[in-house]
């Protein structure tokens, strides 16, 4: 399970689903196992939302330059629930792609899908495509720990190792066996202590805390403020030389000045990485993000488009309905 | 989270916008009747009744701030209060042009300025500014491509009743030599040019309250351009 240790599951993930154990990731498509949508509009709504059907039309996102990763078809079963329903969506490189949506829509499971986390829950059935530069990541024949180091995630609650601030940034390249030291290595004379230092420093400045951290490098990461361990766990999935960061509500736990924090780093991040979040905070949505993806109820992709648009103008009833709060 | 506060916040801002239209369209009226009729009386109670006006306008004009601060409206809500924050403004200039027309209406000799078509000319932009007010109380979008049309036609006739003023200037006074009869004629001419001139403007506000209506209802700018 090395795969793990670059993207660690919190205490509160492995709870949301029990019975956490590592699967086989999708399974192959079976004829007739799609199970059929509930009425002739299809999906049963949560309380004053409109019933209306999705055009295909609200979901075309016309951009510059091209896509890093493309979801086709994408349907998620865990057990008998149909969590997301004929998902295809591209998301553009180093750009901010939102993922907004009320509770249980299908939009964190959506983003699980992107670094095959899902493949963690055993009742979880993954049917369709995710390709990351052109390659199916659900193909026999993908390394995961290879996957997970180019797609990176960051969890809602900060969830450092409980060790140094230099060790937190270091242990996956350690790991991974990018960055050798210690008396053998030295004896050897392949020590990279210097390199390991550099790494530490390029990522915790990357990731905006290295002003605040550099006299302290080797105090214990417990004693950082919350907004401190999340920049530090954006700065060791930095570690391991990602393409795209998946965020999952990154700063929903943290307080207005750490969120803006962030909300800062998350824009300059996406000058060389491909940002994906989920956020229950619209206005942070709004703020932060190129393009913008609602999920409504029953897993359904409903809207997917320049974030300009989907704040001033839906097209979607249902998604004016729920951005606007009738709803949700 | 139905935010039923937000939502009769909302209303309130769309009904308290139409009765400040209502009530400036009332001082456009007695501006009207003030010139056409030569009072006096009722030009200076427009002028007294534009302060109201004003405060009105700035007291909605923070509700707008209230709502984009502290309930960061999105989608047609966000068009909504934008559109209302610009549309009050043209209101409030419409109470500024009726204001002036009350001063000419007390600064002028009635019959310099006694001709049918300014008056036509007036309940025409009137009509329209009501119309537009309509249209944004209701959200009828066909009725703001019909306002926008309406006015080029009231353009054309500003034109051509201010040729018509100066043409009568030339014919009637070119021969004047008293310097004070000069001085008088001018004054005339000036004080019907400045009426042309602001009735025009009025329905010119008119159109900007239908392009904003355009706005909020479709999210189509065209009629802004």
Redesign the interface.
């Known amino acids: 399970m090395t795969e793990s240790r670059t993207t660690p599951a919190t205490a509160g993930e492995a709870d949301a689903q029990s019975g956490e154990s590592i699967g086989d990731g999708r399974t192959g498509r079976v004829e007739g196992t799609t199970p059929e949508p509930v009425g002739d509009d299809g999906r049963e709504t949560t309380a004053g939302e409109s019933a209306e059907r999705p055009r295909e039309t609200w979901r075309e996102h016309t951009f510059e330059g091209e896509a890093i990763l493309s979801v086709d078809d994408l349907n998620v079963w865990y057990g008998d629930d149909h969590a997301l329903r004929d998902i295809s969506i591209d998301i553009p490189r180093e750009s901010v792609t939102a993922l907004i949506g009320p509770s249980g829509c299908g939009k964190s499971t959506f983003l699980r899908c992107l670094n095959r986390m899902n493949d963690r829950i055993r009742a979880a059935r993954v049917e369709g495509t995710v390709s990351y530069d052109g390659q199916d990541i659900y193909a026999d024949e993908v390394d995961l720990v290879e996957l997970r180091k180019r797609i990176g995630m960051v969890f809602q609650q900060p969830n450092p190792f409980p060790k140094s601030i230099r060790d937190n940034v270091a242990y996956a390249p350690r790991k991974h066996g990018d960055i050798e030291r210690g008396l053998l290595p030295k004896l050897l004379g392949r020590d990279d202590t210097d390199s390991e230092d550099e790494l530490v420093e390029r990522c915790l400045r990357d990731a905006a805390l290295w002003d605040e951290v550099a006299d302290r490098l080797d105090d214990n990461a417990l004693g950082l403020s919350g907004g401190q361990q999340q920049r530090l766990c954006i700065a060791r999935c930095l570690a391991v030389d990602p393409e795209i960061i998946l965020m999952d509500e990154p700063a929903s736990a943290l307080d207005p000045i750490a969120t803006a924090k962030i909300e800062e780093l998350i824009d300059e991040l996406a000058e060389d990485y491909t940002v994906v979040i989920v956020t229950h905070n619209m206005q942070q949505a709004a703020r932060i993000s190129d393009q913008t993806a609602v999920f409504l109820t029953g897993g359904e992709l409903v809207e997917y488009g320049a974030t300009e648009q989907v704040f001033e103008n839906p097209q979607s009833q249902r998604v004016e309905e729920y951005i606007t709060g009738k709803f949700g | 989270?139905?935010?039923h506060e937000?939502?009769a916040a909302l209303e309130e801002l769309r009904t308290d916008v139409a009765a400040l239209g209502d009530d400036v369209l009332a001082q456009l009226d007695r501006s009207l009747h003030a010139l056409e009729h030569d009072e006096t009386a009722a030009a200076n109670g427009v002028i007294e009744g534009d302060a109201e006006i004003n405060d009105r306008y700035l007291e909605l004009e923070a509700a707008c701030i209230d709502l984009i601060a502290l309930q960061?409206?999105?989608?047609?809500?966000?068009?909504f209060v934008v559109a209302s924050f610009k549309i009050l403004t043209d209101i409030e200039r419409i109470g500024d042009l009726a204001t002036n027309l009350a001063g000419y209406a007390i600064g002028t000799d009635g019959e310099a300025i006694a001709d049918v078509t300014l008056f036509e000319i007036g309940a025409a932009a009137h009509d329209l500014v009501e119309d537009a007010l309509a249209a944004y109380e209701t959200g009828d979008a066909d009725a703001c491509h019909r306002i926008a049309e309406r006015d080029d036609e009231i353009d054309s006739r500003c034109h051509r009743a201010s040729e018509r003023v100066v043409r009568d200037l030339i014919e009637q006074e070119a021969g004047a030599v008293d310097p004070w009869e000069v001085e008088a004629a001018i004054d005339d001419v000036s004080s019907v040019l400045l009426t042309i001139r602001d009735l025009e403007r009025v329905a010119d506000h008119g159109v900007n309250i239908a392009a904003r209506t355009l706005y909020l209802t479709e999210?189509d700018p065209a009629l802004l351009y």
């Open positions: 989270m139905a935010r937000y939502q960061q409206p999105v989608a047609s809500d966000l068009r999210n």
